[in-house]
């Protein structure tokens, strides 16, 4: 097991990626804290890691509270001893173009996406420092962003603007905090099957399907067709193969990578 002994936050558990990765952080021999405004999702996620014989805890959370997450950090370490493992994945996807977004659907996408990172940064690395000054190896952040962080969409702005500062924002904190034996990375991950493209707002979906390249006459976001023409390998990539790099990241094998981005795309960026 790669993850023995290790205690983890995943937010965004309820559903495609976290889930996916709660699962994987579990099953390497983590305990893990699962977190989402989804709470028959999240439950869906804590029964599947108990039946696979897995250590988890489930606690409803916005991320974009920050009371919330003083308790989630709090009851993480009351109830798993400490943390030293922290996925920030909850986020949302919003396909709107610039001259038609409000005010409120940017700073909403803003908040989840980014702001809930900065959110959860803030009062993790707190308990993963006390950890390492008790006699801990060290914590590794490891921060959701998207192959739209790397690369600007039309149609995709908002979101575009939240991941590109999920990159940095993790550059930046990976620096800051790499004396304390905390490292924080970014992970990009292309199109992934998961129930995020049947939600993107209605509004913007011509955009984002004109953006992506959709087949005209969709009427929704067909995950497969988008992959089929954006992705060199040919299809969508499975939320398990996310959950492999982001394993790999919280394992001590990248003891040495801090300030990185581990891009996931099936070719997506070459
Ligand atoms: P998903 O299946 O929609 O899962 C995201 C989860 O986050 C959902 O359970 C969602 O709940 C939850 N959530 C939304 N707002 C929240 C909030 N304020 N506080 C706490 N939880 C909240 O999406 P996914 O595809 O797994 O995405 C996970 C991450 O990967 C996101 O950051 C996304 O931007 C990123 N990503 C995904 C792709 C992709 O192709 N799937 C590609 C690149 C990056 P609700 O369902 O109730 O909204």
């Keep these: 097991m790669r993850l023995k002994g290790k205690s983890a936050i995943v937010?965004?558990?309820?559903?495609?990626?976290?889930?996916?990765?709660?699962?994987?952080?579990?099953?390497?021999?983590?305990?893990?804290?699962?977190?989402?405004?989804?709470?028959?999702?999240?439950?869906?996620?804590?029964?599947?890691?108990?039946?696979?014989?897995?250590?988890?805890?489930?606690?409803?959370?916005?991320?974009?509270?920050?009371?919330?997450?003083?308790?989630?950090?709090?009851?993480?370490?009351?109830l798993h001893g400490h943390?030293?493992?922290?996925?920030?994945?909850?986020?949302?996807?919003?396909?709107?173009?610039?001259?038609?977004?409000?005010?409120?659907?940017?700073?909403?996408?803003?908040?989840?996406?980014?702001?809930?990172?900065f959110l959860g940064c803030k009062h993790g690395i707190p308990a993963m420092r006390a950890h390492v000054q008790g006699g801990g190896k060290g914590g590794s952040i490891i921060n959701i962003s998207s192959v739209a962080g790397l690369e600007g969409a039309p149609g995709l702005a908002g979101y575009c603007a939240t991941k590109g500062g999920v990159r940095l924002f993790s550059k930046a904190v990976a620096k800051?905090?790499?004396?304390?034996?905390?490292?924080?990375?970014?992970?990009?991950?292309?199109?992934?099957?998961?129930?995020?493209?049947?939600?993107?707002?209605?509004?913007?979906?011509?955009?984002?399907?004109?953006?992506?390249?959709?087949?005209?006459?969709?009427?929704?976001?067909?995950?497969?067709?988008?992959?089929?023409?954006?992705t060199p390998l040919q299809r969508a990539g499975q939320p398990e193969e996310i959950a492999a790099g982001i394993v790999f990241l919280a394992s001590d094998e990248s003891a040495f990578i801090t300030g990185s981005e581990l891009v996931i795309d099936g070719g997506w960026t070459a």
């Excluded at 943390?83 to 396909?95: E, F, P």
Aim: proline share 3%.
């Design 83 to 117: 943390l030293d493992t922290l996925v920030n994945n909850a986020g949302i996807g919003s396909g709107q173009l610039v001259v038609e977004m409000s005010l409120e659907a940017w700073n909403r996408q803003l908040g989840i996406n980014l702001t809930g990172v």
């Design 176 to 230: 800051e905090y790499a004396a304390d034996r905390i490292r924080c990375n970014s992970v990009h991950p292309g199109i992934i099957d998961t129930p995020i493209w049947t939600k993107i707002d209605e509004g913007g979906l011509s955009a984002t399907r004109d953006a992506l390249g959709t087949p005209p006459g969709a009427n929704s976001i067909p995950v497969d067709a988008i992959a089929l023409v954006n």
């Design 11 to 78: 937010t965004g558990a309820a559903s495609g990626i976290g889930r996916a990765t709660a699962i994987a952080l579990a099953r390497e021999g983590a305990a893990v804290m699962l977190t989402d405004i989804d709470d028959a999702g999240g439950h869906a996620t804590l029964d599947a890691i108990a039946k696979a014989g897995g250590r988890a805890a489930w606690r409803h959370q916005d991320v974009v509270d920050e009371d919330q997450w003083r308790e989630v950090v709090a009851e993480t370490v009351r």
